[in-house]
């Protein structure tokens, strides 16, 4: 029966059964068995075996793990309320709200050029998150692929995502 949850659950790979002893009540088929009685009572649908094992794989992907470590760093974790927080984009936020802004973008982009030349601590963290979070996005949107480098034309997507000059109001997200 565990064997037969985790396979449902997505936690073992169909692949990973033994299939030397096929019959008994740790056999192979009866693990399948179990697996298909488990899912109908949990979800209403019969174990797919194939659908499975290519979920499994598919997760198993460096670039899949890549993906989610990339999310994960960019989200943050859930807290105990179940709100999302510590990840870069709460970062970039906080970064965001520690600056003065106009609502005109370009005369924000002359002015925070002037501070970050001058070496302003909190314009210059502020460009810095926002490269960060920017090459993170380009990095999911490439599909995880950390090791390999980013596109230029994912890296002008992300970083168009998050111009360092917007308003107050078009960074903050709607609570």
Known sequence: ?????????????????SKRNPVGSAG?????????DYS?????????????????KFATQTSTQNTLNFLTSLAGTVDSSGKLQGGNLDALLTASNNLPRTNFPAVNSAKWQ????????EVVAYMNTVTEVADQV???LQGGSGGGGT??????QAQALFNKNFSSDQLKVPQ
């Open 40 to 56: 109908m009572k949990t979800t209403g649908q019969h174990f797919n075996i194939a659908q499975a094992d290519r979920n499994y």
């Open 114 to 121: 002037v501070m970050y030349q001058t070496g302003n601590p």
């Open 151 to 156: 596109s230029d034309a994912k890296l002008s």
């Open 1 to 17: 029966a565990n064997l037969a949850q985790q396979l449902v659950n997505g936690n073992m790979a169909p692949s990973e059964l």
């Open 28 to 36: 192979y088929n009866s693990i399948l068995k179990a697996a298909d």
């Open 138 to 140: 380009a990095k999911i």
